[in-house]
């Protein structure tokens, strides 16, 4: 099974071409335990198991910490297209979020050049035919 954790930026991110305000953000570079993290607060506000397989949601949640840097992912806007934003951490809380674009893409670690090239291509396909 594949785990995730759900993402919750505070205050909402908007869509840089429909403007549809961003919901139901998902990520892969957390603990991917199932938990909700909340832009702004340290620990996870909310997990997806079952009560009776934590016996202290207190310190379950503040088991965990999010990475300084870290990469979310949602589709739900009318560009039927998966968008991602990069949020940041500041002492450990998730301080910043914003929407990649061809302006602040960043490669990861194992994206090729070539891959990188269509990447910001495609960003800046998007961003600049449908925000005219
Ligand atoms: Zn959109």
């Keep these: 099974m594949s785990l995730f954790d759900h993402y919750i930026p505070d205050p909402p991110l908007r869509c840089p071409v429909c403007d549809s305000v961003l919901e139901d953000w998902q990520g892969k570079d ?3 335990f199932l938990l909700t ?15 009776e397989s934590v016996s202290d949601t207190k310190s379950f949640l503040e ?7 870290f990469v979310i992912y949602t589709d739900g806007c009318r560009c039927d297209r998966q968008i991602e934003a990069y949020g940041t951490c500041e002492n450990g809380v998730w301080m910043f979020a914003e929407v990649v ?5 960043r ?11 269509q990447i910001r291509d495609d960003l800046k396909r998007w961003i600049e035919n449908e925000s005219r």
Aim: charged share 15%; with cysteine; glycine share 8%.
């Design 30 to 32: 957390g603990p991917c």
């Design 107 to 117: 490669p990861g670690s194992l994206t090729s050049a070539q891959d990188e090239q």
């Design 101 to 105: 674009t061809h302006f602040n893409y």
């Design 63 to 69: 088991s965990w910490t999010l990475p300084s840097r």
């Design 37 to 51: 993290w909340r832009q702004g607060i340290k620990f996870p506000v909310a997990h997806e198991w079952p009560d």
